[in-house]
């Protein structure tokens, strides 16, 4: 099992950033896929960004040019910086690895994007 701890979500205006933050602990040896998913409310969870453990990212088409999602091995972290935030990516963000047996699940860290 792997646990997982969020950072980085907040309050932001409209045309502002925010760097979302990821880290793993536990049995990180077999994940081999990263991500980032969103649930706003009244909607169902939909995925953001995600990156293997070869590099390969994939971006939802609502983000792309906007959000970059990127790792960093040594820390067990993924990050999500987010870029000109619109009031339509306000949501709860959650950070998902996939491991050889299963998935876990962050906490999720709430991302509020208002003038």
């Known amino acids: 099992q792997v646990q997982l701890v969020e950072s980085g979500g907040g309050l932001v205006q409209p045309g502002g950033s925010l760097r979302l933050s990821c880290a793993a602990s536990?049995?990180?040896?077999?994940?081999?896929?990263m991500g980032w998913y969103r649930q706003a409310p009244g909607k169902q969870r939909e995925l953001v960004a995600l990156?293997?453990?070869?590099?390969?990212?994939n971006y939802a088409d609502s983000v792309k040019g906007r959000f970059t999602i990127s790792r960093d091995n040594a820390k067990s972290t993924i990050y999500l910086q987010m870029n000109s935030l619109k009031p339509e990516d306000t949501a709860v963000y959650y950070c998902k690895f996939s491991r050889i047996g299963g998935s876990d699940w962050g906490q999720g860290t709430q991302v509020t994007v208002s003038s």
């Open positions: 536990g049995s990180i040896f077999s994940i081999y896929a």
């Open positions: 990156i293997t453990s070869g590099g390969s990212t």
